[in-house]
């Protein structure tokens, strides 16, 4: 199974950095973000990368070449500047004929890979989503009344307990005959809600998996430091498939 590999956003959040290096090129662990996401996937024995690349392109393609150096074929799928998940996505649609897994570029986890694929193949449909918990700390009282407006519950600043989409698909090739070509276009707020629109099938996957984005400077040091202090079990996450 190829991944697709989503790495063509500006990473405005990471500026200054992100001025003279694209996000997926920031070291992590003392690798590159892109080379360390591909070292994770080639442990549930993906070694086929095509990597959606736009801003700063050419600095990633000659930072990481064709694989051959870490013994994986990877291919180019190129924008002359962001597209957006979906349309980033699409630029791949040549280089993809079969399911395939789609990850965005700029997220850290032990998810087992080989479980979400196997879930996708037992449930079927167009695609099937990770995800992961969220927790939202509401910082004032919450209130609910009734159409009198009796109050009929009061809690104290309550955390939400939400499920999240934590960036890594399995998607079958049909998902590209719902994104426009050479359109700025989104997964989370066009695609997935077209899917469903139509009535395709999309399922979930979760498992209690390290997951962290390097979306900020502060999630950028904090995941270097989470890495440093537990490589072992992030870098080879066990099977359990």
């Not at 997926?24 to 994770?40: D, N, R, S």
């Not at 999630?219 to 490589?231: S, Y």
Request: charged content about 20%.
């Amino acid at each position: 199974m190829k991944a697709v590999i989503l790495v063509g956003g500006a990473g405005t959040r990471l500026r200054p950095l992100t001025y003279v290096m694209p996000k997926c090129l920031l070291p992590v662990a003392g690798i590159p973000l892109l080379e360390w996401t591909m070292k994770y996937l080639s442990t549930h024995d993906i070694t086929e990368f095509v990597v959606c690349v736009a801003y700063l392109k050419r600095q990633i393609i000659d930072t990481i070449g064709d694989g051959s150096r870490l013994g994986f074929k990877i291919e180019y799928a190129e924008a002359d500047s962001p597209m957006g998940t979906g349309g980033q996505l699409k630029t791949a649609e040549p280089m993809i004929d079969d399911t395939f897994l789609a990850m965005n570029g700029d997220i850290v986890t032990s998810l087992n890979i080989r479980n979400l694929i196997l879930r996708h193949k037992e449930l079927g449909g167009t695609a099937t989503l990770a995800l992961k918990n969220f927790d939202v700390k509401v910082p004032y009282g919450h209130v609910t009344a009734d159409a009198d407006s009796v109050i009929g519950k009061f809690e104290e600043k309550p955390t939400l307990h939400l499920m999240a989409n934590a960036g890594v698909y399995v998607l079958e090739r049909s998902i590209f005959d719902v994104i426009p070509a050479g359109k700025l276009y989104s997964l989370e707020t066009q695609v997935f809600p077209s899917l469903l629109a139509r009535g395709d099938r999309l399922t979930s996957y979760y498992e209690d998996a390290y997951w962290n984005d390097v979306g900020t400077m502060g999630d950028f040091e904090k995941v270097n430091d989470e890495l440093l202090a537990m490589q072992a079990r992030v870098s080879a996450p066990p099977s359990t498939a």
